[in-house]
């Protein structure tokens, strides 16, 4: 089944306890992408990568990392989380060329 | 980057079609326009996207003013399933960095009436 996934689905951490949020997708897609999720605010983009080793700042990046090793990995990197990024957290992926992205289910942060 | 207004929510009846209005004055002539839903508890799922004319899948339609300014989603027949927010989004292109980023607004809350 084509699909996105990302782990874990819940975290509850402490302000300054680096963590990753893992995304895989197995459809070979070229982009990758992290959103972030607050009520009022929408969704917001925070890293997208066009390639493998391309990476770049979406609206909202500070306080966050992103490595593209791989094609179908892009893990989100907290390295002090703190209380401001306690949210809901999507990754999507997408085709080179294509319109349609596919989103994963989320990851529920939250930091203390 | 081109805004979106949608109406905040709306309700349907159960095996009604519904019509879900999007404007986008400022839209260029670049411009896809794409909608998402997102689902209580999901990540957004694409519905349907289109350019300048008309388009049609199996989730839905589109409907695109002939002057680009405003769109309408048209679900033919609403069910329980189809409870959503539903997001109207301009995107630049099909390729580069412009076509990735999404901008999500608040968009439509979609109550379906059994």
């Known amino acids: 089944e084509a699909q996105v996934t990302q782990n874990p689905r819940y975290l509850i951490t402490v302000t300054g306890k680096k963590l990753t949020v893992t995304c895989s997708q197995n459809?070979?897609?070229?982009?990758m992408s992290w959103y972030r999720q607050d009520p009022g605010l929408g969704l917001r983009q925070i890293y997208y990568?066009?390639?493998?080793?391309?990476?770049d700042k979406g609206d909202v990046p500070e306080g966050y990392k992103v490595s593209r090793k791989e094609k179908r990995n892009f893990p989100l990197i907290l390295e002090s989380p703190s209380p401001n990024q306690t949210s809901l957290y999507f990754c999507?992926?997408?085709?080179?060329?294509?319109?349609?992205?596919?989103f994963g289910p989320g990851t529920r942060l939250t930091v203390t | 980057d081109a805004k979106t207004t949608q109406p905040n929510s709306m309700e349907s009846n159960e095996e009604e079609p519904v019509h879900l209005p999007c404007n986008h004055s400022?839209?260029?002539?670049?411009?896809?326009i794409h909608w998402y839903r997102q689902l209580p508890s999901q990540g957004p799922e694409y519905v349907i996207h289109?350019?300048?004319s008309n388009v049609n899948n199996r989730m839905a339609s589109l409907a695109i003013a002939e002057d680009r300014k405003s769109s309408t989603l048209i679900l033919h027949r609403a069910t329980l399933r189809d409870a959503a927010v539903y997001y109207c989004?301009?995107?630049?292109?099909?390729?580069?960095?412009?076509?990735?980023?999404?901008?999500f607004g608040k968009g439509t809350k979609l109550s379906v009436i059994p």
């Open positions: 989004i301009l995107s630049m292109g099909v390729s580069g960095a412009g076509s990735y980023q999404l901008t």
């Open positions: 400022t839209i260029s002539g670049t411009d896809y």
């Open positions: 990568s066009m390639n493998v080793e391309v990476t």
């Open positions: 289109g350019l300048t």
């Open positions: 999507a992926s997408k085709r080179q060329g294509a319109n349609e992205q596919y």
């Open positions: 459809m070979n897609h070229e982009y």
